[in-house]
Protein backbone atom coordinates (compact mmCIF):
# COMPACT_ATOMS: atom_id res chain seq x y z
CA UNK A 1 0.00 0.00 0.00
CA UNK A 2 0.61 3.11 -0.97
CA UNK A 3 1.21 5.68 2.43
CA UNK A 4 0.67 9.58 1.54
CA UNK A 5 0.31 12.34 3.79
CA UNK A 6 0.34 15.91 3.66
CA UNK A 7 1.66 18.82 5.51
CA UNK A 8 -0.27 21.81 6.36
CA UNK A 9 1.26 25.32 7.14
CA UNK A 10 -0.59 27.57 10.02
CA UNK A 11 -2.84 28.74 7.61
CA UNK A 12 -3.94 25.28 6.93
CA UNK A 13 -2.65 25.65 2.79
CA UNK A 14 -0.76 22.61 1.53
CA UNK A 15 2.75 22.97 1.92
CA UNK A 16 3.87 19.30 0.43
CA UNK A 17 3.55 15.25 1.07
CA UNK A 18 5.32 12.41 2.29
CA UNK A 19 4.57 9.51 0.12
CA UNK A 20 5.97 5.71 0.97
CA UNK A 21 5.09 2.28 0.31
CA UNK A 22 4.46 0.55 -3.21
CA UNK A 23 1.03 -0.16 -4.05
CA UNK A 24 1.04 -4.06 -4.64
CA UNK A 25 -1.19 -3.90 -7.64
CA UNK A 26 0.68 -6.32 -9.51
CA UNK A 27 4.01 -7.53 -9.91
CA UNK A 28 6.82 -5.28 -9.72
CA UNK A 29 7.22 -3.43 -13.01
CA UNK A 30 3.45 -4.34 -14.02
CA UNK A 31 2.57 -2.57 -11.43
CA UNK A 32 0.04 0.51 -12.94
CA UNK A 33 -0.60 2.12 -10.02
CA UNK A 34 2.63 2.65 -8.46
CA UNK A 35 3.30 4.25 -12.14
CA UNK A 36 0.55 6.42 -12.00
CA UNK A 37 1.74 7.51 -8.70
CA UNK A 38 5.02 7.94 -9.18
CA UNK A 39 4.47 9.70 -12.25
CA UNK A 40 2.03 12.29 -10.49
CA UNK A 41 4.49 12.63 -7.66
CA UNK A 42 7.55 13.24 -10.21
CA UNK A 43 5.86 15.85 -12.43
CA UNK A 44 4.42 17.87 -9.67
CA UNK A 45 7.77 18.34 -7.67
CA UNK A 46 9.49 18.47 -11.38
CA UNK A 47 6.73 21.65 -12.33
CA UNK A 48 7.09 23.06 -8.88
CA UNK A 49 10.93 23.16 -9.44
CA UNK A 50 10.44 24.37 -12.94
CA UNK A 51 7.30 26.80 -13.16
CA UNK A 52 7.93 28.53 -9.57
CA UNK A 53 10.14 30.36 -7.92
CA UNK A 54 9.46 28.52 -4.79
CA UNK A 55 12.01 26.93 -2.28
CA UNK A 56 11.44 22.98 -1.20
CA UNK A 57 12.94 20.10 0.42
CA UNK A 58 13.17 17.00 -1.21
CA UNK A 59 13.94 13.62 0.06
CA UNK A 60 13.71 10.35 -2.03
CA UNK A 61 14.85 6.82 -0.81
CA UNK A 62 13.30 3.29 -2.03
CA UNK A 63 10.36 3.71 -2.40
CA UNK A 64 9.98 6.98 -0.24
CA UNK A 65 9.26 10.83 -1.59
CA UNK A 66 9.23 13.85 1.21
CA UNK A 67 8.90 16.92 -0.35
CA UNK A 68 8.00 20.34 1.32
CA UNK A 69 8.03 23.65 0.46
CA UNK A 70 10.10 26.02 2.67
CA UNK A 71 8.82 29.63 1.24
CA UNK A 72 5.73 30.96 1.37
CA UNK A 73 4.06 28.79 -1.30
CA UNK A 74 2.60 30.55 -4.43
CA UNK A 75 -0.35 30.38 -6.29
CA UNK A 76 1.03 28.33 -8.61
CA UNK A 77 2.22 25.69 -6.17
CA UNK A 78 -0.98 25.25 -4.05
CA UNK A 79 -2.34 24.72 -7.70
CA UNK A 80 -0.10 22.00 -8.57
CA UNK A 81 -0.24 20.67 -4.83
CA UNK A 82 -3.84 20.57 -5.14
CA UNK A 83 -4.02 18.61 -9.31
CA UNK A 84 -1.65 15.86 -7.62
CA UNK A 85 -4.34 15.20 -5.15
CA UNK A 86 -6.90 15.60 -7.56
CA UNK A 87 -5.22 12.60 -9.43
CA UNK A 88 -4.45 10.72 -6.99
CA UNK A 89 -7.72 10.71 -5.27
CA UNK A 90 -8.82 9.70 -9.19
CA UNK A 91 -6.58 6.73 -9.26
CA UNK A 92 -7.77 5.60 -5.29
CA UNK A 93 -11.31 5.72 -6.36
CA UNK A 94 -10.60 3.84 -9.70
CA UNK A 95 -8.37 1.38 -8.56
CA UNK A 96 -9.17 0.70 -4.76
CA UNK A 97 -8.63 1.80 -1.93
CA UNK A 98 -6.33 -1.22 -0.41
CA UNK A 99 -4.03 0.20 -3.19
CA UNK A 100 -3.40 4.42 -1.79
CA UNK A 101 -3.80 5.21 2.22
CA UNK A 102 -4.28 9.03 2.84
CA UNK A 103 -3.64 10.02 6.50
Known amino acids: MITISVYKDADGKMV ?3 SMGHAGFAESGHDIVCAAVS ?3 INTVNSIET ?7 LKEDEGMIDFRIISKPGNDSTLLLNSLFLGLNGIREDYGKQYIKFV
Open 16 to 18: GFH
Open 39 to 41: ALI
Open 51 to 57: FTSDTFE
